[in-house]
């Protein structure tokens, strides 16, 4: 199954914000929609990420300062994105050899998703476990 597969049965639009934003807005964004990061767009066109990882590195470098700095100077730049046609399989391999949380989903150049690990893990435990009570169904027949 591929990431396009699992974008299709969402119906709220990518929550991101802007590389001029503060990361006190960030961090607002992150603590109201319970989310451990959050794609910086420039108009459809991701520029970065910024994430609670970039968070705690801030705030053991600036203190409370930190929270002013505008995204564009903290964010992490150039994330590693992956298109809908990726497989599933394929994208939490890329997650766990990069070390990352957090795969914005881009086609034709702009953001159309974002995808969690555990999204990608919620999904792959589901269809094993509908596959196992298809088996099951099957042998009890």
Known sequence: ???GAILRGRTSPVISIR???LV???????AQHRIGAVPVVDGDTIVGIFSERDLVRL???????ALDHRLDDVMTKSPVTC????????ALS??????????PVVDGGQLVGFVSIG???KYRIDKIEAEAAAMRDY???
């Open 83 to 90: 298109d809908p046609a990726m497989a599933v399989i394929g």
């Open 1 to 3: 199954m591929t990431i």
């Open 19 to 21: 590389p001029d934003d």
């Open 94 to 103: 890329q997650m766990t050899q990069k070390r990352i949380r957090h795969l």
């Open 139 to 141: 042998i009890a027949s």
């Open 119 to 121: 999204d990608l893990v």
């Open 24 to 30: 006190r807005t960030a961090i607002d964004l992150l």
């Open 59 to 65: 705030m053991s470098a600036y203190g409370p300062e």
